[in-house]
Nanobody, 122 residues
Framework: QVQLVESGGGLVQAGDSLRLACAVS????????MGWFRQAPGKEREFVAS????????YYADSAKGRFTISRDNAKNTVNLQMNSLKPEDTAVYYC???????????????WGQGTQVTVSS
């Protein structure tokens, strides 16, 4: 029902910035909360940031607060993650996710993209 395709990953140095994008298609995409997650080698997938269906509410992991910004452009059906002041510990595969429920703030992440690699060198 919902397809997600991430882009924008790459290899950067500590302190640099990256902007990840998630192209969303399918049913009622503009009425779903969206999120970004990441998974580092040998670790479990973890929450990074999310945005409510309306865009009025955003949520961040402590590790992302003050450095990352999530946004959505419903006209373009995209969700972005602006990442500033990157650290080596931000190295991971970053995944975009969509909520199964409509008109929610997020939490029921049923739809996932294939991921994009972010590598931060020290």
């Amino acid at each position: 029902q919902v397809q997600l395709v991430e882009s924008g990953g790459g290899l950067v140095q500590a302190g640099d910035s990256l902007r990840l994008a998630c192209a969303v298609s399918g049913r009622a995409v503009n009425n779903r909360a969206m999120g970004w997650f990441r998974q580092a080698p040998g670790k479990e997938r973890e929450f990074v940031a999310s945005i409510s269906w309306s865009g009025s509410s955003t949520y961040y992991a402590d590790s992302a607060k003050g450095r990352f910004t999530i946004s959505r452009d419903n006209a373009k059906n995209t969700v972005n993650l602006q990442m500033n002041s990157l650290k080596p510990e931000d190295t991971a595969v970053y995944y975009c996710a969509a909520d199964r429920l409509l008109y929610s703030s997020g939490g029921t992440w049923d739809y996932w993209g294939q991921g994009t690699q972010v590598t931060v060198s020290s």
